[in-house]
């Protein structure tokens, strides 16, 4: 089994800064990639960034040149470094993990529980 525990999210002001930390747990042959999505009320769950093991990037369009995606190989850890957040950034973030815990097993996705940002004055 895989779990992954987010934590750092929190009430900022408007350009104001977060970071948030994914690690990854448990039975773990290789984390093919790891991604943030952020769910706001009302709204579908959408992909803010994703990397790829081999350290590859992307991101949604409206975050660009705001955050940064980052990954620790050795600790199975992913952060999303947000800065100049905005009110519309407000959102229950996820960290999603594409993991093959076993040489036997096929890769699937694990979430982690998701972390609330809230961007207001």
């Known amino acids: 089994q895989v779990q992954l525990v987010e934590s750092g999210g929190g009430l900022v002001q408007p350009g104001g800064s977060l970071r948030l930390s994914c690690a990854a747990s448990?039975?773990?042959?290789?984390?093919?990639?790891m991604a943030w999505y952020r769910q706001a009320p009302g709204k579908e769950r959408e992909l803010v960034a994703r990397?790829?093991?081999?350290?590859?990037?992307n991101y949604a369009d409206s975050v660009k040149g705001r955050f940064t995606i980052s990954r620790d190989y050795a600790k199975n850890t992913v952060y999303l470094q947000m800065n100049s957040l905005k009110p519309e950034d407000t959102a229950v973030y996820y960290c999603?993990?594409?993991?093959?815990?076993?040489?036997?097993?096929?890769?699937?996705?694990?979430w982690g529980q998701g972390t609330q940002v809230t961007v207001s004055s």
């Open positions: 999603k993990a594409v993991v093959q815990p076993t040489t036997d097993w096929r890769s699937r996705d694990y």
């Open positions: 448990g039975t773990i042959f290789r984390i093919n990639s």
């Open positions: 990397i790829t093991n081999d350290g590859r990037t």
